[in-house]
Structure formats: structure tokens, C-alpha cells
């Protein structure tokens, strides 16, 4: 005899959702049970390139994945906040992202330039500081050091809204060639303007010093009261923030660490507690979130 029931009359949706991921290590774990029994009390931070937006040969045609906005707009109600932390000027991943004027992302704060920048979804503001003198010597000199280093086809500057410049050699014939090449002599460039090089994914960064995304993590944490932690990354400039979450776990803070998967970049992934397929895995993850909380 068959069964008599054909549907399911769960009335909690959330039921039928799909098996979140596990994370691999019990820390992990312990963070995304924290997150899912007091979302309301959780800060969920995402790096943008490569994160949230697939990694692009030009960084200005980046855009988030289709899917980010409303994942992030279906979660960000029903936590304590969200924060894009990224080394772009916060007006240009607010531009690319799509964030400005989306219903749900009142909590959303996008911490431009490795949290020297902030710009706040509820009000709509920007707060900036000065730029440091040195980018704009640092800008000068660059032509001379790059032409002293080979002058190589490929290799090109990108301007960061005056308070950093991007050295990228992913168009370069040979990229990994060439980003070792320039790291030497782009440092002692920084160096001598009070710089430092913040190196990614075939790109070399010059920015001052004083702000990372650890720093900019954990001041976001104090303002924020959160009492656990989600933060997803693809990058070394993560780095910091995923040894700023290691520091809140030993203040007994759960932190969950993600690692948006690339076959460039490896030292996250061997830190991460769960790894995802790129932007789309961690869209999945934020969307599957969403719907398991309330």
C-alpha cells in the first residue's frame, strides 16, 4: 500500500532547506552554532573582491554577484550588523556593489580603504580623512621604478580616490614574473614615503600604514557589540582580519572563518573553517543563513 502523504505539512520552510556546509575544524563549528542560536548578536563581515564580486582582468568592471544584494538584504535584518571591509575607496564598492538605497541593508557599513573610510547604509554618509602625502609621491616616481624594473607589457597603475596605487601585473605575459619582480623595489618605494605594500592577488598595493582589515574587524566588533563573528575573505590582505578573529576567539568571542576558494591564493584557505566555491558559494552561504534565522 502506498503512503497516504504526498506533501509535506511542515509549516516551518526552513526545514526543507538544503544541509548548511560544515565547517571542517570545532572552533568553526562552535562559531556557526553561536551564529545560528543568536544571529541577532552576530557581525557578518565579507571582504568584496573576490568575495562578493568575482575577480575581473580590470578591477573597474568588478561588480557583485547578482545574487549578493538580496542575500545580503534577506540576512542583514536579522543580525546585529553587516560590513564589507574592503582596499577599495568605499564610494567605489558602494558603486560596484549595488548597495546604496536597498531596502534591509540599514545595517550594512562598507569600510573603504582597509577601514580608513566608512560609509554608513542607514544615513548614506561618507567619512573620510586626508590623504597621506606620500601616496601622491609615491604616484610620482612610479613611471621611473617601473620602467628601472623592465618597463614589462601588461603591467598597469590604478588610482584608489588618492590614498593608495595599485601596481597590477595580471594582464602581464608572464604575471607571476612580473609581480615578483616589482615587489622589491615597489617596497623600498613605499618605504621611502612612509608606505607600506599590501600584496593580493597578482597586485601590489601602496598604502600607509596603520589600518588593515584585523584593525578595522575588531573596531567594528567594539562599536557593534556583536558576540560572534562571520567573516569571509580570498585574499592576503584578509589575513589580518582572520588573525583579528582568532583574538576574538580567545576572548571568547566565536568567530566562523570563510574563505572564498581560489586556486591563487592558498594561505587562506589552509586557515579558513569552511572553504566555498568563489562568490557564488559564499552567496549561497549568506542566503542559506538568511533563511535559518529570524
Not at 568588478?62 to 582596499?87: E, N, S, W
Not at 606620500?134 to 614589462?152: F, S
Not at 575588531?218 to 592576503?236: K, P, W
Request: charged share 25%; hydrophobic share 45%.
Amino acid at each position: 500500500m502506498g503512503t497516504q502523504e504526498t506533501h509535506s505539512t511542515d509549516p516551518d520552510p526552513r526545514s526543507r532547506l538544503l544541509p548548511l556546509p560544515t565547517p571542517t575544524t570545532p572552533a568553526g563549528r562552535e562559531a556557526l552554532a553561536a551564529i545560528l542560536a543568536r544571529p541577532s548578536r552576530t557581525l557578518v563581515a565579507l571582504d568584496f573582491d573576490g568575495t562578493l564580486a568575482p575577480i575581473v582582468e580590470n578591477p573597474e568592471d568588478a561588480r557583485a554577484h547578482p545574487d549578493a544584494v538580496p542575500a545580503l538584504a534577506a540576512l542583514a535584518p536579522k543580525v546585529a550588523a553587516v560590513a564589507v571591509i574592503t582596499g577599495r575607496p568605499a564610494e567605489v564598492a558602494v558603486r560596484n556593489g549595488g548597495f546604496a538605497g536597498v531596502d534591509g541593508l540599514a545595517r550594512l557599513a562598507v569600510l573603504g580603504h582597509y577601514g580608513a573610510e566608512r560609509w554608513d547604509a542607514r544615513t548614506g554618509t561618507l567619512n573620510a580623512p586626508a590623504p597621506h602625502p606620500g601616496v601622491a609621491a609615491v604616484r610620482a616616481e612610479l613611471p621611473r621604478i617601473l620602467a628601472a624594473a623592465g618597463d614589462r607589457p601588461g603591467v598597469w597603475v590604478e588610482e584608489k580616490g588618492g590614498r593608495a596605487v595599485a601596481v597590477h601585473t595580471r594582464r602581464a605575459d608572464d604575471p607571476q614574473a612580473a609581480f615578483d619582480a616589482l615587489r622589491a623595489p615597489l617596497t623600498d618605494l613605499a618605504t621611502r614615503h612612509g608606505l607600506i605594500v599590501e600584496p593580493g592577488r597578482l597586485v601590489l598595493e601602496l598604502r600607509p600604514p596603520g589600518m588593515d582589515k584585523g584593525v578595522a574587524l575588531l573596531d567594528h566588533v567594539r562599536e557593534t557589540g556583536a558576540r560572534s563573528v562571520l567573516y569571509a575573505g580570498d585574499d592576503l590582505g584578509d589575513l589580518p582580519a582572520f588573525a583579528a578573529v582568532g583574538k576574538l576567539r580567545s576572548d571568547g568571542v566565536p568567530g566562523l572563518l570563510v574563505c572564498s576558494g581560489s586556486t591563487e591564493v592558498t594561505e587562506l584557505t589552509e586557515r579558513a573553517d569552511l572553504v566555498v566555491d568563489g562568490p557564488s558559494g559564499v552567496v549561497r552561504l549568506l542566503r542559506d543563513l538568511a533563511g535559518r534565522v529570524g
